[in-house]
Each structure stands twice: as C-alpha cells, then as structure tokens.
C-alpha cells in the first residue's frame, strides 16, 4: 500500500516536473513581474528601476532622483512646464512612458513647439489629498510650471467625506508587504504551472466565477459610483476640495484643467453588461451621472474640465477599437493616446478662440 501510495506521489511530481518545464518552454511570457515599488510618505523613493510583465504589458518603470515616473528632474525641466497631478492613469500603469498620456501631449505639443515638457506627477493609488499634497510640498515653488493639470479618475477619487486624510502615502512596497501577497507574486514570477493556470483562470469569466465561489480567487470590488446615495455624498465633497485645491493654484498664477477620466465599465458596452449584474440594475440610471454631475459642477464653478467619458464612448462604439485593457481597468496605448489628442484639441482650440477675440 505504502509502495503505491510512494509510486504515485513520485509520479506526480514528475509530471508537474515535466508540465513545469514544457510550459516555461512554450509559454514563458506568461511569468509575472510585480515591480516592488517602493514609496516614501509623498512619492516613490527616488532612482527605482523595476520590470513590469502581466497578461497585457511588459516593460521597465524607472523612478527618476525627484520619485516621479518622468525622464526628466525638476532641476532640468525648462520654463514654460506642464505639470499633471494624478494616480496611476496618469503615471500610466500598464504602458511603456512614451505611451503614457502626459508623454503623448509633450509629443504633440513638440509639433509646434520643440522646447515645451509635460512633467508626469502620477502615482499607483492616490487621490485628490495625495495630488495636494504633492503640489504644495514640491511643486509650489517651481519656477518653470506655468501649467497644472489633474487627472482625476471617477473610479475612486471621488471623495465621501469632508475630512479626507492628508495624503501621505503608505510606506514601503506600494502593493503592500502581506503574505499572501508576496507568495502570489512568488508563485506567479517563478512558477510557470501557476502563472498559466492564473492566466486561464482570469481570461475566462466562467472559470473565475466558479472560482470566485469557492474561495479561490479574489477580485477587489471597487467603489460603487453607480449607487445614487453614493452619488449624492461623493459630488459635493468632491467639488468641494477640487474648487479649493484649483482655486489655491490659480492664486500661483498658474492655469489649471481637471481631466475627467471614466471608468472602462462605463466605456465599454460589454464590460458594462457586466457591471450590471455586479451592481444590479439600478446602476443602469446612473452610468454617466457621476461624470455628468462633477463636470457641470466644475464648469459652473469657473474651472476648466475636459470630460473623457463622451469621447471615449463614441470612439469605442464607432471603432471597435479598445480604449482600456481586457483583463486592467486601466488605459492601454489606443486610451492614452486617445486622452492626449483630446487634450491637444482641447487646449489649441483655446488659443485659436483667444486668437480671434484679441484676448
């Protein structure tokens, strides 16, 4: 009994040996790199160089000497600098930098002047209080800013309460230090068998339902912006703190756009399809009312907003083309470089419009 019972444990691990090595042979890119970025309590921790590999990208993340992900430090950046204050939209997780958006618009605003910078501010997993924070404590007194735009993503900055937190960051690994997580990231950066499983897993909704239900795997619900009383808290707060926060870097003499970044759900029809049954059918009503809601109170507040969510929708519907990951909630190539069009338009159609009135 004991013989057989040895026999089959030995010719199990054998063939997971061999399926091990079989599968990092054929299919290697499906091992995960997790960059362990490391924060201090307002930005990275600055001159990190870490690889990023999941189901949709591949690519290095280099944290310059100011702790930001930009090719360039506050000390060679010339007059004239656009700054973007943002999370990981804007910092562009999942794109190599030169997709990112801030690094789009410095392209297309070098079409007709060669000297101008867009300064990327953007962090993984901040908010409004982090993009104040970070203003006031390193960007303030930059001479070379004359522009400041924010990214905000509806997803999860809207604020739901008067008295946010200051904005300090977590410190040490962004993704956090637990276990679990570091077993994952283990297992899916080391472990072929793992990392494919994992692929299959998350690439079908079947399989990852079923999963989800027993226990096995787990999918962060992010905040329900579709709930009408949700909507009701998050509005005014969150224009309450934006229209103090723009108005603070007015007084810097600075112009200042907030950037409405949508959610995919409320892109894609089919991702939305799923939504709903995740948030059940009363979200139907309330799809675009965040975004509808901030904008107009924005606009009537005096402040410049470029709302995402219109563009996006019409250009998904009418292409086909995906604006956001399949399997990431966050901008691929085609969104990024999407956003950076629509902010080009944007600020040309301003100069033209001052053009003609002799402003």
Partial sequence: MYKNLLLLVFSTLVSLGILEVSLRLI???RLAFVPTLLNNDTTYVPNQIERSRHLEWDHEVRINADGFRNDRTLSE??????????????????????DSYPKQLEILYRSVDSTIHVYNA?????GLPTYRRVY??????????NNVFIGLFVGNDVLRTAHPPDGRLQLGNEFGDGWKYKLKVF???????????????KTNPILFRLCKSLGACYRPRPPNIYAESVIQSAVPHTLDFTTKLVRDIHADG??????L??????????IWAEAVMEYGEDAEAHRFTMNQRLHRGLRDAGIEVIDFTEIAVKHQRTTGERLYFKYDGHWNPAGHALAARRIFSFIQGQSR???TTGE
């Fill in 27 to 29: 299919m290697p890119e």
């Fill in 77 to 98: 950046i010339p007059d004239g600098t656009t700054l973007i204050l943002g999370d990981s939209f804007t910092e562009g997780k999942g794109v190599a930098l030169n």
């Fill in 122 to 126: 953007g962090h993984y997993d901040t």
């Fill in 136 to 145: 006031e404590t390193i960007f303030r007194d930059v001479a070379a800013i």
């Fill in 187 to 201: 297992l899916g950066s080391n472990v072929a068998t793992y990392a494919v499983l994992n692929y299959v897993v």
């Fill in 254 to 259: 600075r112009r200042v756009i907030v950037l």
């Fill in 261 to 270: 970044i949508p959610t995919r759900e409320q892109v894609d029809d089919e």
């Fill in 353 to 355: 419009s001052a053009v």
